[in-house]
Nanobody, 130 residues
Framework: QVQLVESGGGLVQAGGSLRLSCAASGRTFSSYAMGWFRQAPGKEREFVAAISWSGDSTYYADSVKGRFTISRDNAKNTVYLRMNSLKLEDPAVYYC???????????????????????WGQGTQVTVSS
């Protein structure tokens, strides 16, 4: 089982930026699609963004499209989430996750479904102040 460790969360003013990182263990990182989810208190975990194993396809929730950017560096076994123009509705614990299936093709039908991800990090807190 791969180990995923997120970092980069913190407190930022509305309109500010943060970059989250997720470091993966093992030698198979480059063969799996990856995603970011978030969960605010009292709410269900929701999809934020996903990136294909090759990095050539990315997908975003409508709520973050145009503000967040997912990327990956397979040489460093790391996936990133650059968050710009943070809003008061963005605070949550942010989780990275590995999509199940070696070199699987992520589809619109499954990329937002948390149960199709087989490994999760412990999460990193993002707080936005007014």
């Amino acid at each position: 089982q791969v180990q995923l460790v997120e970092s980069g969360g913190g407190l930022v003013q509305a309109g500010g930026s943060l970059r989250l990182s997720c470091a993966a263990s093992g030698r198979t990182f480059s063969s799996y699609a990856m995603g970011w989810f978030r969960q605010a208190p009292g709410k269900e975990r929701e999809f934020v963004a996903a990136i294909s194993w090759s990095g050539d396809s990315t997908y975003y929730a409508d709520s973050v499209k145009g503000r967040f950017t997912i990327s990956r560096d397979n040489a460093k076994n790391t996936v990133y989430l650059r968050m710009n123009s943070l809003k008061l509705e963005d605070p949550a614990v942010y989780y990275c996750a590995r999509k199940e299936g070696w070199r699987s093709k992520i589809t619109i039908a499954t990329m937002t479904v948390a149960r199709t991800y087989d490994s999760w990090g412990q999460g990193t807190q993002v707080t936005v102040s007014s």
